[in-house]
């Protein structure tokens, strides 16, 4: 079944725990560390030394990687160029998918290794400094973790506002935006992979001492803020596009607040500690504010086309609950950024530099004006029920790669001298 070692962290462990993690558009909540292990001394009798060898190169340079890449996911900079013109991310991005073949040999059905070896990470939102496990599909899961917050860490970089030579302010470009969009629907794929291929590979006793870092709960979260973060990408294509209609843009706000909603619930019951954890709630509970303010924002406009006194009415109460929900927004934000470590917003851009501008105008406006036209009654109803969208965005469909050709040249040696 495995063992597992929870380190506590009052313990004196590595754990990075920076006073400021700087400009943020995407938050990483979860970049956990890989310690080096000795395979050798694990399943060095078990296996030939050159599969030894190569398993555990593949896992230092893992290591190795994951340790300077770590402070670059956690202080939002500008994507780190390496000798090969890509990036430090990219790199390690690469290292994670040709060690996971190799590693996915060890847990093949028959054979007796899956559990020989105690697989030890660093944790960021989990009050346990670091947790080991003997079972390779923690391992497994560690990995796939890694990878999607690799792709938030990429995202984060592309969407930070840069400036140009037009005397414009600092904006991202759609080509950015488009590309975000992909790397968010990777990183929901690789989350999705998880929940569906290795968790249930991981027996009931050894889930509930899994780490909150990898908590099926802060999993679907993180994968479902990956999707709310593409759809709000859309939204701000859509609104600068001129051929996008309010009924496109009402739509994709209001998917975008059940994806948040449903982020929000799925981590509203995860014991999350200060700190890593608390920020994590607070992002999402911002976000959901924000996808509100947008749904209501549109539809109120939506409703306002229509001919009678009740559809007025009901515009107005529509962008009254906007302007309420785009008030709590920025202290929810303010609560977010203040949260240890601290963090700062970029210069506004995209859907919420929009709508901070026109949700005011448009809610006083609306209220002025039904005022004038209708009797000194509560003008300001009780805000309508947001219309229910399906959800269209989906997790890339990532799948498990197959385990390494190695592996199988070991199988038919080990039959050839039976």
Not at 285 to 295: D, G, I, V, Y
């Amino acid at each position: 079944m495995g063992c597992f070692v929870s380190t506590p962290s009052d313990t004196g462990g590595q754990r990075r725990r920076p006073g400021s993690i700087g400009e943020v558009v995407v938050y990483i909540p979860g970049f956990r560390i890989p310690k080096s292990i000795d395979f050798t001394q694990s399943i060095g009798e078990s296996l030939p030394k050159n599969l030894i060898d190569r398993i555990s190169g593949l896992r230092t340079r893992v290591v190795v990687m994951a340790a300077q890449e770590s402070p670059i996911a956690s202080k939002s900079r500008r994507r780190t160029a390496t000798r090969h013109g890509g990036s430090s991310s990219d790199d390690l991005l690469q290292a994670l998918e040709e060690y996971l073949p190799v590693l996915l040999g060890l847990g093949e059905d028959g054979r007796q290794l899956r559990d020989k070896v105690n697989f030890v990470w660093l944790n960021q939102e989990d009050a346990a400094e670091e947790t080991g496990m003997s079972n390779v599909w923690y391992e497994v899961l560690s990995v796939l973790h890694l990878m999607a917050m690799l792709c938030l860490s990429q995202a984060n970089s592309l969407l930070m506002p840069k400036s140009y030579s037009d005397g414009y302010q600092p904006r991202v470009s759609e080509e950015s935006r488009r590309n975000s969009v992909e790397i968010f629907l990777k990183a929901s794929g690789y989350l999705d992979c998880a929940i569906r291929q290795v968790l249930p590979q991981i027996g009931n006793d050894m889930r509930r001492e899994l780490p909150v870092d990898l908590a099926e709960g802060n999993l679907r979260a993180i994968s479902l803020q990956a999707l709310g973060q593409a759809v709000d990408l859309q939204l701000g294509m859509a609104i600068d596009s001129p051929k996008a209609t309010l009924a496109v843009k009402r739509r994709l706000a209001c998917e975008m607040v059940k994806y948040w909603q449903q982020a929000q619930d799925n981590i509203a019951g995860l014991p999350l500690q200060d700190g890593w954890g608390k920020k994590h709630q607070s992002f999402v509970k911002w976000k959901f504010l924000e996808s509100k303010a947008a749904a209501y924002y549109f539809h109120g406009l939506i409703l306002d086309e229509g001919n009678t006194e009740k559809s007025h009415r009901a515009a107005a109460a529509a962008l009254h609950a906007s302007e309420e929900f785009l008030r709590e927004s920025k202290k929810a934000s303010d609560a977010f950024h203040s949260t240890s470590p601290t963090s700062r917003s970029p210069v506004l851009w995209g859907s919420m530099k929009y709508l901070s501008e026109k949700i005011p105008k448009e809610a006083s406006s609306k209220v002025r004006i039904n005022r004038d036209l209708y009797s000194q009654e509560s003008v300001i109803d009780t805000a309508p029920v947001l219309p229910d969208f399906p959800l269209a965005l989906k997790p890339d469909d990532y799948q498990l790669p197959q385990a390494d050709l190695s592996w199988k040249r070991e199988n038919k040696q080990q039959q050839e001298n039976l």
